[in-house]
């Protein structure tokens, strides 16, 4: 079955370590996004991907990194730049000419302490 | 940009009831219409699309049409179960290839 996934469902990690998130696509779509949502939030965007190795900031991408070497694969790396990091984390993909109809990953629930 | 705004939950209502969750929007030209589901612990998925004024998008029982007039793209559901109970998203379409989401609207549905 085609779909993305996520990993780990739940990760935890110490304060001033960076973790990667990964997210993982079978659709082959293009496009690839990362979101952030905390509780009682909308989706905020973090990075986007519309072609390999290209990506592009979204709206709160300070203290994140993300890369695209391959269609089907986009991990996002939180740095301890990022001041407040937990949070659930969500991935999604799209193909080209219908950008706005998102396919998501499960999610991952990141927990710093 | 766009904006987008759900009317606030949560939304708490009786199995079998009718469901009405409202979502206007802000958008330059004519942008598509989008309905995303979010059921507990889970990423969102989408319920239903509108791409032109008067269009009627439906799925499981949920509908919204398109109101040009009144840049609103409501969602209703004649009778919830509690199957429904999640967060539900209005998402219009933008000009940066990104859609807008709207904060969601949580549905709790009692037996």
């Known amino acids: 079955d085609g779909g993305i996934t996520q990993s780990p469902k739940y990760l935890f990690r110490k304060e001033g370590q960076n973790v990667t998130l990964s997210c993982e696509q079978n659709?082959?779509?293009?496009?690839m996004y990362w979101y952030r949502q905390d509780p009682g939030q909308g989706l905020r965007l973090i990075y986007y991907s519309q072609i390999v190795n290209d990506f592009q900031k979204g709206d709160i991408a300070e203290g994140y990194s993300v890369s695209r070497e391959k269609k089907e694969s986009f991990p996002l790396t939180v740095t301890s730049a990022q001041k407040n990091p937990t949070a659930f984390y969500l991935c999604?993909?799209?193909?080209?000419?219908?950008?706005?109809?998102?396919?998501f990953g499960p999610g991952t629930r990141l927990t710093v302490t | 940009g766009n904006s987008v705004t759900q009317m606030e939950g949560p939304v708490t209502l009786s199995e079998e009831a009718f469901l009405t969750i409202n979502c206007t929007y802000t958008?330059?030209?004519?942008?598509?219409l989008f309905w995303y589901v979010q059921y507990p612990g889970e990423g969102l998925q989408l319920l239903l699309k509108a791409t032109k004024a008067d269009d009627k998008g439906s799925n499981k029982g949920f509908e919204a049409t398109y109101r040009k007039e009144t840049t609103s793209f409501h969602l209703e559901k004649g009778s919830v179960q509690v199957s429904d109970s999640a967060v539900y998203f209005c998402?219009?379409?933008?000009?940066?290839?990104?859609?807008?989401f709207g904060r969601g609207t949580s549905l709790i549905v009692h037996p």
């Open positions: 659709l082959n779509h293009d496009a």
């Open positions: 999604a993909s799209s193909k080209e000419g219908d950008f706005y109809e998102q396919y």
């Open positions: 958008a330059t030209g004519y942008p598509s």
């Open positions: 998402a219009p379409s933008g000009g940066s290839y990104i859609p807008t």
